[in-house]
């Protein structure tokens, strides 16, 4: 018998186990939203907890395993790569956490934390370079040379390019082998190109007192295909960048080793008068036991760290005093007063070097604003406390020197050229603070007084016997290096015998 009542409570039934089911269902679902969303917390809450009891500056780590390369890259490879900077900064402070080039890194902003980081150079942290780069340099170049013996290394390194041997000995040749190229500029030249060559010939001649000629100019050859490998991505087969810088390696440490062999044997035959250099005073050095290999590595690295840089910097000046016409007029005014004095084949001497107050304050802008050095990578070997932060042992920081040198705060109208600031009021106190274009500790730059004869001696020859003007627009980029995309052509005119 069906009662229609009980047809109805079975349908009720029905619908209420069918409205159960639909429950069950949803409140499963919703649990297992519930559980995902609370473990995305928990998951958050964990990183947010191992960050704060790491203590790492605040920051973004971008994506996976590129993090934020492309972003760095891409605004290095335009003329004003400051906002990458400029908005982490105002975002999360002046240090900052990143991940670039393969790694997370603490990226300073900060002129006291950059100068912790380069003082404590050997003690907290360690310089660190990819192996990609260790294999074109040598292992044993003073870049890559740790303890005791980068400390006495870098002590000769430093006495090699003191300002008496630069008086004494290697100034005479600087003038002289300047103006020998200066001699042969006439019409279009590629500024770039002629400031590396001048500076390599300085450097051979310096290193291992070898004039100019055409071993030095092969060798430069393959020291142009060398220095691209740094740039490179390091995939080593014969028809890459990098393969190719690998044989230019063993190509120019074959040359080197040519050289260091022979000044062994001169020295067995004449001892006592061998050339005042450093490839002398590595051997010297080396009576203890510096192997041919050894001097060779250290040699090349030399090479690498000395010509580059001076020959861009000195392209970069002549750029920004072309783009400057006052401070153009107001150097040429103070080397035409020297050579007023002098007669016209007289080399310059070291109290006219000591004469060039206002192409100091050129030299000091320059490096200031183009930071060729853009700053240095370095590896925490212990936790470093620092700034209320903590930077995990084996993590990477890169002192920015960069962002110190146009950090609007500390120079007024930080982003334009201005010879004039070092004039009137020289950049406050503490020096290797504020102002680093040659880094500082226990690695600074053993060539940064010979940088800047170099350069001063170049200019005055430059503006004493030339007049010249862009031959088309070039710009600025600043990956993978600090340069002019066109190498800045210019037309120059000689006004008289350099
Ligand atoms: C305008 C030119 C130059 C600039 C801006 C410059 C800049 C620098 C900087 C910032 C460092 C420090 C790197 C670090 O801390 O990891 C350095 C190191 C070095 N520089 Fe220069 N440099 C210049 C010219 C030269 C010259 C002419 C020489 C040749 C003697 C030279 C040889 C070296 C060497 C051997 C090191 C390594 C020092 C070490 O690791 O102990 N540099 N340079
Ligand atoms: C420069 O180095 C030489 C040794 O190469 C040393 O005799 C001289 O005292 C040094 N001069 C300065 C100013 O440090
Ligand atoms: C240029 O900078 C150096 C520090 O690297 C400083 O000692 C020197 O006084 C500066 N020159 C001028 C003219 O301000």
Same mark, same amino acid.
């Given at each position: 018998?069906?009662?229609?009542?009980?047809?109805?409570?079975?349908?009720?039934?029905?619908?209420?186990?069918?409205?159960? $089911?639909? /429950?069950?269902?949803?409140?499963?679902?919703?649990?297992?939203?519930?559980?995902?969303?609370?473990?995305?917390?928990?998951?958050?809450?964990?990183?947010?907890?191992?960050?704060?009891?790491?203590?790492?500056?605040?920051?973004?780590?971008?994506?996976?395993?590129?993090?934020?390369?492309?972003?760095?890259?891409?605004?290095?490879? +335009?003329?004003?790569?400051?906002?990458?900077?400029?908005?982490?900064?105002?975002?999360?402070?002046? &240090? %900052?956490?990143?991940?670039?080039?393969?790694? !997370?890194?603490?990226?300073?902003?900060?002129?006291?934390?950059?100068? %912790?980081?380069?003082?404590?150079?050997?003690?907290?942290? =360690?310089?660190s370079y990819p192996s990609s780069i260790s294999n074109l340099l040598g292992r044993h170049s003073l870049l890559l040379m740790k303890g005791n013996l980068h400390k006495r290394m870098h002590s000769l390194t430093m006495s090699f390019a003191n300002s008496s041997i630069i008086r004494?000995?290697?100034?005479?040749?600087?003038?002289?082998?300047?103006?020998?190229? $200066?001699?042969?500029?006439?019409?279009?030249?590629?500024?770039?190109?002629?400031?590396?060559?001048?500076?390599?010939?300085?450097?051979?001649?310096?290193?291992?007192?070898? @004039? !100019?000629?055409?071993?030095?100019?092969?060798?430069?050859?393959?020291? &142009?295909?060398?220095?691209?490998?740094? %740039?490179?991505?390091?995939?080593?087969?014969?028809?890459?960048?990098?393969?190719?810088?690998?044989?230019?390696? #063993?190509?120019?440490?074959?040359?080197?080793?040519?050289?260091?062999? =022979?000044?062994?044997?001169?020295?067995?035959?004449?001892?006592?008068?061998?050339?005042?250099?450093?490839?002398?005073?590595?051997?010297?050095?080396?009576?203890?036991?510096?192997?041919?290999? =050894?001097?060779? @590595?250290?040699?090349?690295?030399?090479?690498?760290?000395?010509?580059? #840089?001076?020959?861009?910097?000195?392209?970069?000046?002549?750029? %920004?005093?072309?783009? +400057?016409?006052?401070?153009?007029?107001?150097?040429?005014?103070?080397?035409?007063?020297?050579?007023?004095?002098?007669?016209?084949?007289?080399?310059?001497?070291?109290? @006219?070097?000591?004469?060039?107050?206002?192409?100091?304050?050129?030299?000091?802008? #320059?490096?200031?604003?183009?930071?060729?050095?853009?700053?240095?990578?370095?590896?925490?070997?212990?936790?470093?406390?620092?700034?209320?932060?903590?930077?995990?042992?084996?993590?990477?920081?890169?002192?920015?020197?960069?962002?110190?040198?146009?950090?609007?705060?500390?120079?007024?109208?930080?982003? #334009?050229?201005?010879?004039?600031?070092?004039?009137?009021?020289?950049?406050?106190?503490?020096?290797?603070?504020?102002?680093? !274009?040659? *880094?500082?500790?226990?690695?600074?730059?053993? *060539?940064?007084?010979?940088?800047?004869?170099?350069?001063?001696?170049?200019?005055?020859? $430059?503006?004493?016997?030339?007049?010249?003007?862009?031959?088309?627009? @070039?710009?600025?980029?600043?990956?993978?290096? +600090?340069? +002019?995309? /066109?190498?800045? !052509?210019?037309?120059?005119?000689?006004?008289?015998?350099?």
């Open positions: 018998m069906k009662c229609p009542i009980h047809l109805s409570a079975l349908a009720f039934s029905c619908k209420i186990s069918n409205l159960h $089911l639909k /429950k069950e269902k949803i409140q499963k679902r919703g649990k297992m939203v519930l559980f995902l969303l609370m473990i995305a917390c928990l998951c958050i809450y964990l990183l947010y907890l191992q960050r704060r009891k790491q203590g790492l500056p605040p920051g973004n780590l971008g994506l996976p395993f590129i993090g934020e390369t492309l972003q760095l890259v891409s605004a290095y490879k +335009t003329d004003n790569p400051e906002p990458f900077i400029d908005a982490r900064v105002r975002r999360y402070g002046s &240090l %900052f956490t990143t991940h670039v080039f393969g790694e !997370p890194t603490v990226f300073s902003t900060d002129p006291e934390a950059n100068r %912790f980081v380069l003082q404590n150079e050997g003690k907290l942290f =360690e310089s004494d000995h290697l100034l005479v040749d600087i003038d002289r082998l300047v103006r020998f190229n $200066l001699q042969r500029w006439d019409g279009l030249i590629l500024l770039q190109d002629e400031t590396k060559k001048i500076t390599f010939e300085l450097t051979v001649k310096q290193l291992m007192s070898f @004039d !100019p000629g055409e071993w030095t100019e092969s060798l430069r050859k393959e020291y &142009l295909l060398l220095i691209e490998g740094f %740039f490179s991505v390091p995939i080593p087969f014969f028809f890459t960048t990098y393969g190719r810088a690998l044989q230019a390696r #063993t190509k120019v440490a074959a040359a080197l080793r040519e050289r260091v062999r =022979e000044r062994k044997e001169r020295r067995k035959e004449r001892k006592g008068e061998e050339e005042k250099d450093m490839l002398g005073a590595l051997l010297d050095e080396g009576e203890g036991g510096f192997s041919e290999e =050894e001097a060779v @590595d250290f040699l090349l690295a030399l090479l690498v760290a000395g010509y580059e #840089t001076t020959s861009t910097i000195m392209t970069l000046a002549v750029k %920004f005093l072309t783009e +400057t016409p006052s401070a153009l007029a107001l150097l040429k005014e103070e080397h035409e007063g020297i050579r007023a004095k002098k007669k016209e084949s007289d080399a310059l001497d070291w109290s @006219d070097y000591k004469s060039m107050p206002f192409t100091q304050c050129v030299i000091n802008e #320059t490096l200031r604003v183009a930071n060729i050095i853009s700053g240095v990578f370095r590896r925490a070997v212990s936790d470093v406390h620092i700034k209320g932060y903590t930077i995990p042992k084996g993590w990477k920081v890169f002192a920015s020197f960069r962002a110190v040198h146009l950090d609007q705060d500390l120079y007024k109208d930080a982003r #334009t050229f201005n010879p004039w600031r070092w004039q009137n009021n020289p950049p406050p106190s503490s020096p290797g603070n504020i102002y680093t !274009p040659f *880094g500082g500790g226990p690695r600074l730059c053993p *060539g940064y007084e010979l940088a800047r004869v170099e350069i001063s001696v170049f200019l005055h020859h $430059l503006v004493t016997g030339f007049s010249w003007f862009p031959a088309e627009k @070039d710009r600025l980029v600043f990956f993978p290096t +600090t340069r +002019t995309l /066109k190498r800045y !052509p210019i037309q120059v005119r000689r006004r008289k015998m350099p």
